[in-house]
C-alpha cells in the first residue's frame, strides 16, 4: 500500500453532493464573474477570519501584489520578507517595483524572528510581510509592536494558514490586510486558482475591489491602471462548500500531527509549537541531516515526501546574484538543505500514518541511525526488505 504525500480524491468523494450541487447552481446561474456566489464566499470567509472585508482575487500571489499597489508601496520602497518561504512572497513585492528585504526565520518555529528585524530596516522600508509558514502562526504581537514604532505596514502571507489561530485570534486579519491563496493543495482549496484579500482596512480593501477589475467600480469607467485579478463565480461556490468543513479538516490535520509528534523515532527533529500558537498543519515538516536519503529510503518504502523548500528564493534563478551568494542566509539555507515533508491531509487514514511511522523507523535505521534496544521491523507491517521491491 503506498501513502501518497495529499489525496486530492477524498476530499471529492466526501463532499460529492454538495459540491455538484454547487456546480449545477453555478451553471443554471448563467453568471461567471463577479457575481452572487463571489459576494457570499466574500462575506462568509471575511466572517471566519473575523476581518471585516474580504476581496476575492485571482490566486495568492495577485492578492499580495494588490494590497502593496493599493497602499503604494513600489519603486525604491522596502519590504521585510522571511528568507524561507514560497517564492510567491518575494515575487509579489517584486511585482510591486519594490524590493525585497529578507531577514532570517527562528529556525524552531520556521518563521520571521522578529529580534531580527530592527537590523535590516532603512528609511525606505514600508512594510513587513511575514508568512505563516506550514500553517504556524508568526509571532505577531512583536510584529505589530515594532510596526507601530516604525510606521509601517504588516502585510500577512495566510496562504498556508487558513484557521490558524495566534493568541486565539485567527490569522487573515491580525495586521493590516493578509494575501490569502486557495491553490488546490491549500488547506482550503479551490478547484483550480483562486485567492482573496482579507483587511479590516475599509479603504484597502475598497482599492483592492477596484485594483482586480480593470481599475473599474462601474463598468467602462477605469479610475487607474488595474489588473485582471477576479475569484471566479464557480471557485467561490466551490470554496464556499468546502469552507463549511475547514475546521474539521484541520482537526483532522491536527490527530495526524499529534499522532507523528507522539511516535516518530528519535534522530527526527521534530516541528515545534509555541503555546500561543494553534497551527493549522499545512505541511508536517522534520528535519534530518541526510534528507535526500531519508526521502529515498522513504520513497523505497511507498511513502510519498516533497520538500518544501529545496532552494530558498535568493538561490533560485529569479534573485541569484553577487548580492546575496550562498551563505548569505544560513539559516534558511540550513533549512532548505534539511526539510522534509511527510504525508498531511484531512484524509490520511490511520493506518497509512502507522505505516510512515513504521517506513520512517526503517527508513532511518538504513541510513544508519541505531535505536536503543528497540528493533526498526514494526508490529504488524512488512521488513524493510519485504516492502523494498514492491514499492
Ligand atoms: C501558495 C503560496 C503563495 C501563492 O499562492 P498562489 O495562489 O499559488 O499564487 C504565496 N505564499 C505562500 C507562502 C504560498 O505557500
Same mark, same amino acid.
Request: glycine letters at 8%; proline letters at 7%; hydrophobic letters at 40%.
Given at each position: 500500500m503506498k501513502v501518497p504525500f495529499?489525496?486530492?480524491v477524498g476530499p471529492y468523494e466526501e463532499l460529492k453532493p454538495e459540491l455538484d450541487e454547487a456546480w449545477s447552481r453555478f451553471m443554471r446561474s448563467a453568471w461567471y464573474i463577479l457575481g452572487r456566489e463571489v459576494e457570499a464566499f466574500e462575506e462568509e470567509y471575511a466572517a471566519y477570519c473575523g476581518a471585516r472585508y474580504c476581496v476575492g482575487v485571482g490566486n495568492g500571489l495577485e492578492a499580495l501584489h494588490l494590497i502593496l499597489r493599493a497602499y503604494g508601496i513600489g519603486a525604491g520602497d522596502e519590504v521585510i520578507v522571511p528568507?524561507?518561504?514560497?517564492?510567491a512572497t518575494w515575487l509579489a513585492v517584486s511585482y510591486a517595483g519594490a524590493t525585497p528585504v529578507p531577514v532570517e526565520p527562528d529556525s524552531r518555529t520556521?518563521?520571521?524572528?522578529?529580534?531580527?528585524i530592527e537590523a535590516a530596516l532603512t528609511p525606505r522600508t514600508k512594510a513587513l510581510m511575514p508568512v505563516h509558514l506550514y500553517g504556524q502562526p508568526a509571532d505577531m504581537d512583536p510584529l505589530l509592536e515594532l510596526a507601530r514604532r516604525h510606521g509601517l505596514k504588516v502585510i500577512e502571507d495566510n496562504a498556508q494558514a487558513q484557521g490558524a489561530r495566534y493568541k486565539g485570534r485567527r490569522t487573515?486579519?491580525?495586521?493590516?490586510a493578509a494575501g490569502n491563496s486557495f491553490y488546490p493543495?491549500?488547506?482550503? %482549496? /479551490?478547484?483550480g486558482d483562486a485567492g482573496a484579500v482579507t483587511t479590516n482596512d475599509a479603504e484597502l480593501a475598497d482599492r483592492v475591489r477596484t485594483l482586480r477589475n480593470?481599475?473599474?467600480?462601474?463598468?467602462?469607467?477605469?479610475?487607474?491602471?488595474?489588473?485582471?485579478s477576479r475569484l471566479d463565480e464557480l471557485q467561490a461556490a466551490l470554496l464556499r462548500v468546502k469552507l463549511r468543513h475547514l475546521d474539521a479538516w484541520n482537526q483532522r490535520r491536527a490527530a495526524v500531527a499529534a499522532r507523528y509528534q507522539a511516535a516518530l523515532p528519535a534522530g527526527l527533529t521534530l516541528p515545534w509549537v509555541p503555546e500561543w500558537a494553534e497551527p493549522v498543519w499545512h505541511l508536517y515538516v522534520v528535519r534530518h541531516p541526510q534528507r535526500d536519503r531519508l526521502q529515498q529510503a522513504l520513497n523505497d518504502r511507498g511513502i510519498g515526501t516533497l520538500i518544501?523548500?529545496?532552494?530558498?528564493p535568493h538561490l533560485s534563478g529569479a534573485y541569484a546574484g553577487p548580492q546575496w551568494p550562498? %551563505? /548569505?542566509?544560513p539559516v534558511a539555507e540550513q533549512l532548505a538543505d534539511t526539510v522534509l515533508s511527510l504525508p498531511m491531509g484531512p484524509h490520511l487514514r490511520e493506518e497509512q500514518v502507522e505505516q510512515v511511522l513504521c517506513a520512517t523507523r526503517q527508513a532511518l535505521e538504513e541510513i544508519g541511525v541505531k535505536f536503543c534496544?528497540?528493533?526498526?521491523?514494526?508490529?504488524?507491517a512488512p521488513a524493510a526488505s519485504a516492502l523494498a521491491g514492491s514499492s
Amino acid at each position: 500500500m503506498k501513502v501518497p504525500f495529499l489525496d486530492f480524491v477524498g476530499p471529492y468523494e466526501e463532499l460529492k453532493p454538495e459540491l455538484d450541487e454547487a456546480w449545477s447552481r453555478f451553471m443554471r446561474s448563467a453568471w461567471y464573474i463577479l457575481g452572487r456566489e463571489v459576494e457570499a464566499f466574500e462575506e462568509e470567509y471575511a466572517a471566519y477570519c473575523g476581518a471585516r472585508y474580504c476581496v476575492g482575487v485571482g490566486n495568492g500571489l495577485e492578492a499580495l501584489h494588490l494590497i502593496l499597489r493599493a497602499y503604494g508601496i513600489g519603486a525604491g520602497d522596502e519590504v521585510i520578507v522571511p528568507s524561507n518561504t514560497y517564492i510567491a512572497t518575494w515575487l509579489a513585492v517584486s511585482y510591486a517595483g519594490a524590493t525585497p528585504v529578507p531577514v532570517e526565520p527562528d529556525s524552531r518555529t520556521f518563521n520571521l524572528d522578529p529580534s531580527r528585524i530592527e537590523a535590516a530596516l532603512t528609511p525606505r522600508t514600508k512594510a513587513l510581510m511575514p508568512v505563516h509558514l506550514y500553517g504556524q502562526p508568526a509571532d505577531m504581537d512583536p510584529l505589530l509592536e515594532l510596526a507601530r514604532r516604525h510606521g509601517l505596514k504588516v502585510i500577512e502571507d495566510n496562504a498556508q494558514a487558513q484557521g490558524a489561530r495566534y493568541k486565539g485570534r485567527r490569522t487573515g486579519a491580525l495586521g493590516d490586510a493578509a494575501g490569502n491563496s486557495f491553490y488546490p493543495g491549500k488547506n482550503l %482549496g /479551490a478547484y483550480g486558482d483562486a485567492g482573496a484579500v482579507t483587511t479590516n482596512d475599509a479603504e484597502l480593501a475598497d482599492r483592492v475591489r477596484t485594483l482586480r477589475n480593470y481599475g473599474s467600480k462601474k463598468k467602462y469607467y477605469n479610475e487607474c491602471k488595474g489588473y485582471n485579478s477576479r475569484l471566479d463565480e464557480l471557485q467561490a461556490a466551490l470554496l464556499r462548500v468546502k469552507l463549511r468543513h475547514l475546521d474539521a479538516w484541520n482537526q483532522r490535520r491536527a490527530a495526524v500531527a499529534a499522532r507523528y509528534q507522539a511516535a516518530l523515532p528519535a534522530g527526527l527533529t521534530l516541528p515545534w509549537v509555541p503555546e500561543w500558537a494553534e497551527p493549522v498543519w499545512h505541511l508536517y515538516v522534520v528535519r534530518h541531516p541526510q534528507r535526500d536519503r531519508l526521502q529515498q529510503a522513504l520513497n523505497d518504502r511507498g511513502i510519498g515526501t516533497l520538500i518544501h523548500y529545496p532552494v530558498p528564493p535568493h538561490l533560485s534563478g529569479a534573485y541569484a546574484g553577487p548580492q546575496w551568494p550562498r %551563505g /548569505a542566509f544560513p539559516v534558511a539555507e540550513q533549512l532548505a538543505d534539511t526539510v522534509l515533508s511527510l504525508p498531511m491531509g484531512p484524509h490520511l487514514r490511520e493506518e497509512q500514518v502507522e505505516q510512515v511511522l513504521c517506513a520512517t523507523r526503517q527508513a532511518l535505521e538504513e541510513i544508519g541511525v541505531k535505536f536503543c534496544g528497540q528493533s526498526a521491523s514494526c508490529q504488524g507491517a512488512p521488513a524493510a526488505s519485504a516492502l523494498a521491491g514492491s514499492s
